[in-house]
């Protein structure tokens, strides 16, 4: 059983910085593939970032340069840097996994395990 523990959500103006964290249990995330998703009410859920544990990063072309995919061993952990926030950053974002050997990283319907969610709020 796999779960995922999202926190680091918040309110904050235009350039400031968020650090979303995704804690892991019931597997190692040297194991799975992970990704962050966010959704705006209305609108489709859509990739942020993504990656298999030894490939390199996917980032959606808005998000590029100004959030990093990270993770965390010593805390089993997947991070998210946020810099340079945005107001259209403003979302519900999720954290998911997959133990799939391969899948489509950018397909939220490839992950069979997703956390509550954490909200992120960037006022202009």
């Known amino acids: 059983l796999v779960q995922l523990v999202e926190s680091g959500g918040g309110s904050v103006g235009t350039g400031g910085s968020l650090r979303l964290s995704c804690v892991v249990s019931?597997?190692?995330?040297?194991?799975?593939?992970m990704a962050w998703f966010r959704q705006v009410p209305g609108r489709e859920r859509e990739v942020v970032a993504a990656?298999?544990?030894?490939?390199?990063?996917y980032y959606r072309n808005s998000v590029r340069g100004r959030f990093t995919f990270s993770h965390d061993h010593a805390t089993n952990s997947l991070d998210l840097q946020m810099n340079s926030l945005k107001p259209e950053d403003t979302a519900m974002y999720y954290c998911?996994?997959?133990?799939?050997?391969?899948?489509?990283?950018?397909?939220?319907?490839?992950?069979?395990?997703w956390g509550q969610g954490t909200q992120v709020t960037v006022s202009s």
């Open positions: 019931g597997d190692t995330i040297s194991r799975v593939s």
């Open positions: 998911a996994a997959s133990q799939k050997p391969s899948l489509n990283l950018r397909d939220p319907d490839e992950y069979n395990y």
């Open positions: 990656s298999h544990y030894t490939g390199v990063p």
